[in-house]
């Protein structure tokens, strides 16, 4: 299960019928302080406790009036494969048996959504990730524990106080601190009112953004019970397994911008023996060479082996210019077919298991040879995007194509006439890499 988009768009008309019963969802979780709960918009939160995440925020196994959901009335669904079909399952509202049922359920796997008395999809959790309610609550939600350490944590100086006393001094301004991670400079950046940002293949994004997708995308692994019994020893493993992950997708240079203070973050942790080293190097205020240096060596994409699979499916979808879906074992494979730049067809690889994105690899097809442009990150369209698209749609929905440049963004359009006389496809592309892909009415 993906967190849909469907729940997204209705959740503001859902709370404005619902806010007299439930509370804000983020003010719960501070209550409880239990959890670190990181915002990224009004509807999205990453909660990273743990290896199991949104789930225990939403559910709360052994404790589950500290659950969102059973706190609040809410129904809790997952969604099961049964002959083939994927089919809906609801966990019996049994307080004193429930934590004992969802725990010992074969078919559980930490995803899932939560109804209101209407049936209404109010929340739905996939480990680290939840959609809920519109909430006011921008601040990073630490635990007990981590709100300890970040309580007397105001400043750029108290950062360098709280974290290992005296800091390492690199050379001037430049200082070394132990036993801070990633969210610790988060929580402080919002704290002062800023954003913290991320070098990211030549590009400044949010951090929060950049997380949400890799989160979303499956880049790091949910522990699944092999028996009805919880089993340290392979959550143990699943953990390990995400610290080398978070090593290998966090590690780089951050900046937090546009509060009270402005400062860089070189967060650079290890792995010793299953477990997160944490050093990262610090500097007040932005440092833009810094900054320009990684951009430019971050733009540098290393050669990747291609998949027989991806291989094989590039080929077929430049062949017939068109998208296809093949299932192989548990993995769904769509492809996307892009257009073309300098005679060489662009080419789009999503892998998916139980409905999620894996990931989408990008290949540049020219005649027999496939090569790997990069896998797709975090869209960011430009601004003034939204009245041009619907001009080019337009023109499409007339003309039956059309293609257009904004600001470094390739707009390719189609008419699907075979659907409705009125619906074109939007592509979006940068850099040859698809970034998104929508259906939209020409004729408005």
Known sequence: MRISKFLLAGLLSLSIANGSELPDFREFIKMGKTYTLIPVDETRSIE?????????????????????????????????????????KEYPYDISTWGLTIGQDADFRYYGYCKDKDGNVVVEYRRDLIVHPPSKVREVVFDWYEERKMKNVNSFEDMLREFKGKPVVK???????????IYHALGLCRKQGGELYMVHKGQAIPFVEYMWEMLNAGKFKTYTKTSPWFNPAEFGKVMELNNIEHVNRFTGLYFCQGGSEEWTFSYNPKVYQGSLILIAQVRKGIDQKAVAKFQRESREMPRQEVSDTDRLLALQTARLKAPSIVQVGSVVYETSYNGESQGCSLVSVSQKIGGRVQ????????????????????????????????????????????????????????????????????????????????????CN
């Open 48 to 88: 990273v406790s743990g290896g199991m995440g949104g789930y225990y925020a939403v559910v709360r196994v052994g404790s589950p009036k500290k659950g969102y959901c059973l706190a609040n009335n809410l129904r809790i669904f997952t969604t099961i494969q049964r002959g083939g079909l994927e089919v809906e």
């Open 171 to 181: 050379g001037g301004d430049l200082y070394e601190v132990k036993d801070i991670n």
């Open 359 to 442: 990931a989408i690899n990008n290949y540049r097809v020219c005649g027999e040879n496939v090569e790997y442009i990069g896998e797709s990150g975090v869209p960011a369209l430009p601004k003034g995007i939204e009245s041009v698209k619907r001009d080019i749609a337009r023109l499409c929905q007339r003309f039956g194509q059309a293609q257009l440049n904004y600001e470094g963004t390739v707009i390719q359009c189609r008419a699907l006439r075979d659907k409705d006389q009125c619906l074109v496809e939007l592509t979006y592309l940068q850099g040859n890499k698809l970034v998104g892909k929508e259906e939209v009415n020409g």
